[in-house]
């Protein structure tokens, strides 16, 4: 088992999370009294930190040795990060985003001006969970750069070279690395639902309906990636969630990871991977056969966070077993498939059975790996 510490050169752990927890009650009156100015943003943020440390005591409790805030302060685990960013505004489209079977509430980015990070109110919500993580990783999840072009609009009037835009987009990356490694962080999680996009061939339609290439636009956003993370510190590990959609149980792409796999786990210069695999959506484990890098993480999705039913323990087990015959044991982990709250509204579960689903995790990884 690998050291605690948040200092640990290799902070990877056989169970572990995505990031995302529902919102407890408390948080979820405190946001609407905000909301409603009967409650002052120092008021807000003194609940938050309670609940966060209450969530955060009990991921240690569980037997995980990477914990999260939970994103207890975000409404999105997108938006929020990537409307604070220099140059990028948030507003209130004619509509939200559509899944399956639900449309999230409507609101989004666009691009105003240049980009760039400087002082980001993140950096003060990572402090604390680095605080109260104690001798635990304190794992930060912030949105991929390519959700910033994936889901935002951009003034041609300030980036009429889109190649400037992406140089841009890598440079305030690139800063927001450091700024969050100087901050204590070595545990920085990258969520990005484009490359699961890129494996939908509905989605990839809707991509060339935007006037783009989904096979160049997918280099393009490698490429991108690349460069954010090509100085980070040798001791800050930088790892990928990919998601096919996660609003209130429901979903938007189908498709395995083969027309990407060989960008993914060959090109990226990630050290680690969270994947969907928890139903046939996701395809199947041969994709995997492009990780060759002995250094690369692969951590397995196959408990779902979207229904409270815990999974049949051998059957995760045989999935695991099946994994192998494309990367090796020592190589693998187990998470659940994503967050259990990508927005506030969160999953249709308890939050006893989101205990339970992360217990479940633990428990399982323990008998697999010791």
């Known amino acids: 088992m690998l050291n605690q510490s948040p200092s640990n050169k290799q902070p990877f752990f056989k169970a572990d999370q995505v ?14 009294q905000k909301a409603a100015g009967t409650l002052s943003a120092e008021q807000l ?40 960013l220099d140059g990028v505004q948030g ?12 449309q999230s509430i409507a609101h989004a980015v666009k691009v105003v001006g240049k980009l760039g990070f400087s002082d980001h109110p993140m950096l003060k919500d990572y402090k604390f969970l680095h605080e109260i993580a104690g001798q635990h990783a304190a794992k ?3 949105p991929s750069p390519s959700m910033l072009h994936f889901r935002g609009e951009i003034d041609r009037n300030v980036y009429p070279d889109e190649n400037e835009y992406f140089h841009d987009l ?45 096979a160049q636009l997918s280099e393009l956003y490698a490429r991108t990636i690349n460069e954010a993370v090509s100085d980070r510190p040798a001791d800050m590990k930088v790892t990928m969630h990919i998601c096919r959609g996660n609003f209130r149980s429901t979903w938007i792409a189908s498709g395995g990871y083969e027309p990407v796999a060989e960008t993914l786990f060959g090109s990226l210069n990630i050290d680690g991977f969270f994947l969907e695999y928890d139903n046939e959506r996701s395809g199947g484990f041969e994709p995997l056969r492009f990780v060759q890098r002995p250094d690369l993480h692969i951590v397995l999705g196959l408990i779902t966070s979207k229904f409270g039913e815990l999974e049949q323990a051998d059957e995760v087990k045989r999935r695991i077993d099946e994994a192998t015959r494309y990367v090796p044991l020592e190589q693998l982990a187990l998470s659940p498939q994503c967050g259990f709250a990508s927005t506030e509204e969160g999953n249709l579960l308890t939050e006893e059975q989101q205990w339970a689903k992360l217990e479940h995790v633990v428990k399982i990884a323990k008998e697999v790996w010791g």
């Not at 494996?199 to 783009?212: D, L, M, T």
């Open 170 to 214: 890598a440079a305030a990356y690139k800063k927001a690395l450091h700024a969050f490694y100087d901050a204590g962080c070595r545990y920085l999680q990258l969520d990005d639902t484009s490359w699961a996009y890129f494996c939908s061939e509905e989605q990839r339609e809707q991509i060339r309906a935007r006037g783009y290439d989904p």
């Open 91 to 102: 507003y209130t489209p004619e509509s939200g985003i559509q899944f399956k079977q639900a």
């Open 45 to 84: 943020r003194a609940i938050e930190n309670e609940e966060i440390t209450r969530i955060v005591q009990k991921q240690k409790e569980l037997g995980l040795q990477a914990v999260t805030d939970g994103e207890f302060r975000r409404a999105y685990w997108h938006f929020d990060f990537l409307e604070h």
């Open 140 to 142: 930060m999840t912030i």
């Open 19 to 32: 990031g995302s927890l529902l919102r407890s009650d408390r948080i979820k009156t405190a946001r609407s």
